[in-house]
Structure formats: structure tokens, C-alpha cells
């Protein structure tokens, strides 16, 4: 099974590290397990994971530094798996780019049920055949790099969560896109957590694109139904 998906695993304490990648080996992923961030980002250099689980209280670091760097250099999936269990911890957490956060104690079934939500569609990732750069408004997004390109040139880099909820919008603009919609193309648990991830991965969008957050001009909201984007697209 080499071709099985390859989790990361940070996490300092052992027997919480040692359940995870049981857990994790027994669903079929291959793992790799790291109790310092210093030692998961060396290794990073030579392994490409598909998702990361990452504890936030880390001996050597906190979490969300490496959050906020996984998000903006690399296109794995960033699950926070914290016993930090305040809304403003989970905010900041998915504010930085995480994918998903999952509170401990967590079930076992969950963990895995979560990971595979995050992998079943990874909307930014490169499949063969998927378009990866798109032209509007004076922008491009490219897909392969996670980049942003401003009509002046100017590169800002974007998230794997940034990048799913655009290729959304760029796959379907002019089009009224629900709440339901989003749910059902971008996958997760839904709820008001999902609601909660939306919001800030549009506004952290819409501040990339320069948008004007009280009259945005290319995602726009359409209270109590969704968001439409405005502009024209051309793919390749
Ligand atoms: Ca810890």
C-alpha cells in the first residue's frame, strides 16, 4: 500500500502520539509520527504529506506558528488536533489556514472520519486533467503553486483551504452558490463550524483580492442565500 495516503502526525505527548498512528495505520493510512516541531519540520523537507494532524502545545513551538506556515508553503491538508477547546482558539486556528480542528479527547472513528472528509476532495490538489491556473478580473490563480497574481504582478501566497473554497467560486461564476452547495463540494462536517470556516476563509479571499470588505466587487454575499462571484473567468 504505498500508494496510501501519507498522514503527519505532531504530537508530544506518546500515548496520545501512539493512538493516533495505531488508529491511523489500522484505516489504511501510512504514517509518520513527530513529538517536536523542530524534528516534523526537517523532515518536511524530504516528505510530501497529504494531511498534517498538528498539536498546538508543543514543547519546542506553539502550533499555530506551523499552521500558519504548512498553510502558505504547503498543499497538505493542516488538521489542528488540540485540547484547546475555546472558540477563539478554533478561529484563529482555521483564521491561519488549518482545514479542520478536532478537539481532544477525540474518538478514534472521528479522527479517521475527519481525515478522509479532508482527503476525499482535495479540490486544490493536482489530479490529472484538473485545470490549475484561471484568469479573472485582472488576476490569476495558480492552482500548482497556491499563488494569487495581482493584476500589477504582485504574488500572495494562499492556502489549501483558500484555494478549495476559490476553485469553487472559479469553477462556478455568475452562478448564486449556497451555503448547502459549498457544504456539499467542499466537504466537511457541516454545521456552524463549517459556517464559521466559510466566513473567514472569504474574508481572508477577499482581503488577498483587494476587495473592499463593506462592497466587495468579485465575491460577493447574497444574504440569507450565498455568495456569487462576479467576474469572468478563462482557465488554462
Ligand atoms: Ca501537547
Redesign the pocket.
Known amino acids: 500500500m504505498t500508494d496510501a495516503p501519507l498522514i503527519a502526525i505532531l504530537?508530544?505527548?506518546p500515548d496520545i502520539r501512539r493512538i493516533m498512528s495505531d488508529t491511523l495505520d489500522a484505516a489504511g493510512f501510512r504514517t509518520m509520527s513527530f513529538a517536536r516541531a523542530t524534528e516534523f519540520e526537517a523532515a518536511l523537507r524530504n516528505i510530501t504529506p497529504d494531511a498534517c494532524l498538528v498539536?498546538?502545545?508543543?514543547p519546542d513551538r506553539d502550533g499555530l506558528a506551523l499552521v500558519h506556515r504548512l498553510a502558505t508553503e504547503s498543499g497538505a491538508a493542516i488538521i489542528i488536533v488540540s485540547?484547546r477547546a475555546q472558540v477563539q482558539d478554533r478561529v484563529t486556528g482555521l483564521e491561519l489556514g488549518a482545514d479542520d480542528y478536532i478537539i481532544k479527547p477525540f474518538e478514534p472513528a472521528e479522527l479517521v472520519a475527519r481525515i478522509r472528509a479532508r482527503l476525499r476532495r482535495p479540490a486544490a490538489q493536482n489530479r490529472p486533467g484538473q485545470r490549475s491556473t484561471a484568469s479573472f478580473a485582472g488576476w490569476r490563480a495558480d492552482f500548482d503553486r497556491y499563488a494569487l497574481i495581482a493584476p500589477d504582478g504582485t504574488e500572495t501566497p494562499i492556502s489549501h483551504a483558500e484555494a478549495e473554497v476559490l476553485r469553487m467560486f472559479l469553477d462556478n461564476p455568475r452562478r448564486l452558490i449556497s451555503r448547502g452547495q459549498m457544504l456539499e463540494t467542499l466537504g466537511g462536517a457541516g454545521g456552524e463550524s463549517f459556517d464559521r470556516a466559510m466566513d473567514v476563509r472569504i474574508s481572508r479571499l477577499r482581503s488577498k483580492l483587494g476587495e473592499d470588505p463593506k462592497n466587495p466587487q468579485l465575491i460577493k454575499t447574497i444574504y440569507g442565500a450565498g455568495y456569487i462571484f462576479l467576474a469572468e473567468v478563462s482557465w488554462g
Open positions: 504530537e508530544d505527548e498539536d498546538l502545545g508543543l485540547g
